[in-house]
């Protein structure tokens, strides 16, 4: 009889122990004040990477919602052409102007004529400023004395004198006159004639 009781309570040792372990391993869910059951998490699942990492945040900049406008500013006009022409001069010499850009020799065997030039910018006006580096050039059977001057533009000052700026030649032929802006390089040029 010691002896069944005995194994009864080997038994029963041995029960406790393997319940004991299965507690230890399976804890039961744990309860809030009112009663309800709380499924709590097993330490890896609240060590997982994917639930104690932050939400990502974009390093791009706020969209802007209006974009700012780009305004075309014109370029400033630039001179792109000088007009000469020829025409009566203010020397005292006498001499006949007989034709457009013709001009003969008077008595004494002398000739003049007179040349003026306007300067146009690329929006189509007349430059009238003196912020030009004129070099006047007449070339030909004589080659008169070069002129520089500030004057973009030239003009009679009036309409019963001729041209102030003029050359004075003895010798029949065709003459050029270059008119060149050093500071842009554009040039105008003209031809007179003389002859006897």
Request: net charge negative.
């Amino acid at each position: 009889m010691k002896q069944f009781w005995g194994a009864v309570g080997g038994l029963a040792a041995v029960a406790a122990l393997v319940w004991g372990v299965f507690i230890w391993f399976h804890p039961a869910p744990s309860a809030d004040p009112q009663g309800t059951q709380i499924a709590v998490a097993p330490p890896s699942a609240l060590s997982s990477p994917e639930t104690l990492s932050a939400p990502a945040r974009s390093s791009a900049p706020p969209s802007s919602t209006a974009s700012a406008q780009q305004v075309d500013v014109p370029a400033p006009p630039v001179m792109n052409q000088i007009l000469v022409e020829s025409g009566y001069s203010n020397e005292a010499v006498p001499c006949c102007m007989v034709g457009k850009n013709l001009f003969q020799l008077a008595d004494n065997g002398k000739a003049s004529f007179g040349y003026h030039w306007s300067s146009r910018l690329s929006d189509g006006t007349e430059n009238t400023s003196k912020d030009c580096q004129i070099l006047v050039t007449v070339t030909g059977p004589e080659n008169p004395p070069s002129l520089r001057v500030m004057d973009c533009t030239t003009r009679r000052s009036n309409t019963f004198t001729g041209y102030g700026n003029y050359a004075l030649v003895a010798t029949p032929g065709e003459y050029v006159v270059t008119v060149t802006d050093e500071l842009s390089g554009v040039t105008g040029a003209v031809t007179v004639t003389v002859i006897s």
